[in-house]
Structures are given as structure tokens and as C-alpha cells.
């Protein structure tokens, strides 16, 4: 290889790696943004369902493209609860059409963090997450067969389920293996958040009570067992890869 072809490959990689952190500077910047500006409006926006119907039924036809549209930035930012978004979903479009574009919105937002981290990679992940989160769940999920922990954790309430997707972005995990188990663990939650909103613009308040009172316990179970949880998982998986347990 000549001198000249070799200072061509350096710019190459160089120009590679500056549009690379460009890339990434910008979506963090997009990140940011959206948490520190907007996602505290949609949130008091989403507190008020009647506001928030109006403002979606704004937009006429285009109406469930911007519910879809708010719930996989929900996903991708992931500062608003997820709940928040699938409750007024329900309230504006009832349970089975609120569902439906929970779930579209979901698979969006899903998907576009993913492959937000699977292209690049740890240097974004680090950036939105702490350490000993990644640490822990990484760990977890960094398997051939970590489809039943992957499952698991996007089952239980209280479990940081978006940034489980960025986790899940730089393991070797196939992309449509990834979507399809997440999204199936995830609809209970989701199902039942929707019919909660639409129970409310129904005001049929004992349901409401009575699937939040359950959502509640199920929340609180799952973030005071958390720990122990995952170091469940932890030792599932070892087993499976034929370790020892430790201890």
C-alpha cells in the first residue's frame, strides 16, 4: 500500500470518527433537550386529560400519529413515565385503539433507542446511564440465552424498562428477537394502564381503583425486590452456563 493510499485511510477514519461524535453529540443534545423542555410540558400536559385530549384531537386526522409519535419519545428520552402516556391514551381513544397505538408508539421508540445504541455503542450508553445500573443489568442481559432475564425484567413493574433497551442495544441479541420479547412482556402493563384511562373519561371509577391499587402493590413489590430479582437472574444464568453458584 502506497504512502498516499495510507493517508487516505487515516482521513477516512478520521472524518469517520468526527461525524460519529457528531452524530452522537446531536442526538444527546436532542435528548437533553426534549427532558430539560419538554418533557416537563407534555408531562403537566398529560396530567390534564381533557388539555391533553384537545391537543391531540388538534390535529385532526393526524391525531394517532402524534399520540404514536409522543409515546416513542417517551420511550426514546424515557424521563416521563411510561404509564403517564399509555393512561391518556386510553382516556382519548378508549382501550383497544389506545392500546393499539401505545404499542405502535412503543415499538418506535424501542427501536429507535436500540439502534441509537447499537450504533454507538457504549459511548452513548454511558452517557444517559449510571454506571452501576449498566453494570448490573448488562451483566444480565450480555447472553446468547438472556431471553428469559430480557422477559423478566420487561415484566416486572418497577424495573427501568427504557433503559433496558439501551442496554440491550450493545449486547449481541437479534434486534427482532429483542422487539418481540420486550413488547409481549411489556403488554400487560401497557393493557392495563390504557383501560385505567379509559375507565376515567368513562368515569368508572371502581375499575380505576381497583387496577390501581394492584399496579401500585405490583410497583412497590417490584422495586423493593429489585435487587434481589435480578441477583436471581444472576444466578439462573450462571447455572445455565454450567458455573458455579457463588456463595
Not at 59 to 85: D, M, R
Not at 92 to 118: D, E, K, N, Q
Not at 145 to 171: H, R
Request: charge should be positive.
Amino acid at each position: 500500500m502506497s504512502p498516499a493510499d495510507g493517508g487516505g485511510g487515516v482521513k477516512r477514519r478520521t472524518a469517520h470518527i468526527v461525524l460519529h461524535v457528531v452524530l452522537l453529540a446531536v442526538f444527546l443534545g436532542l435528548i437533553a433537550w426534549a427532558s430539560v423542555v419538554l418533557s416537563p410540558q407534555a408531562a403537566r400536559l398529560m396530567k390534564r386529560p381533557e388539555e391533553f385530549r384537545s391537543f391531540i384531537d388538534s390535529y385532526g386526522p393526524a391525531s394517532a400519529l402524534i399520540f404514536i409519535f409522543v409515546q416513542a419519545v417517551q420511550v426514546v428520552v424515557f424521563v416521563i413515565p411510561g404509564e403517564i402516556v399509555q393512561v391518556a391514551g386510553g382516556y382519548i381513544f378508549g382501550p383497544w385503539l389506545g392500546t393499539l397505538y401505545s404499542v405502535a408508539g412503543i415499538l418506535v421508540g424501542t427501536m429507535i433507542a436500540f439502534f441509537a445504541a447499537r450504533i454507538f455503542g457504549y459511548s452513548l450508553v454511558r452517557a444517559i446511564i449510571s454506571p452501576k445500573k449498566l453494570d448490573r443489568l448488562y451483566s444480565l442481559i450480555n447472553n446468547p440465552k438472556s431471553e428469559i432475564a430480557m422477559f423478566v425484567l420487561f415484566l416486572v413493574p418497577g424495573i427501568p424498562k427504557d433503559s433496558l433497551v439501551y442496554i440491550s442495544g450493545v449486547t449481541p441479541i437479534k434486534p427482532a428477537r429483542f422487539f418481540l420479547v420486550s413488547m409481549i412482556a411489556r403488554f400487560p402493563a401497557l393493557w392495563g394502564s390504557t383501560y385505567i384511562g379509559a375507565n376515567l373519561q368513562e368515569k368508572d371509577y371502581l375499575p380505576v381503583w381497583i387496577l390501581s391499587g394492584v399496579s401500585l402493590v405490583l410497583f412497590v413489590a417490584g422495586v423493593l425486590n429489585r435487587d434481589r430479582l435480578i441477583a436471581w437472574l444472576h444466578r439462573l444464568r450462571r447455572r445455565g452456563d454450567g458455573a458455579p453458584p457463588e456463595g
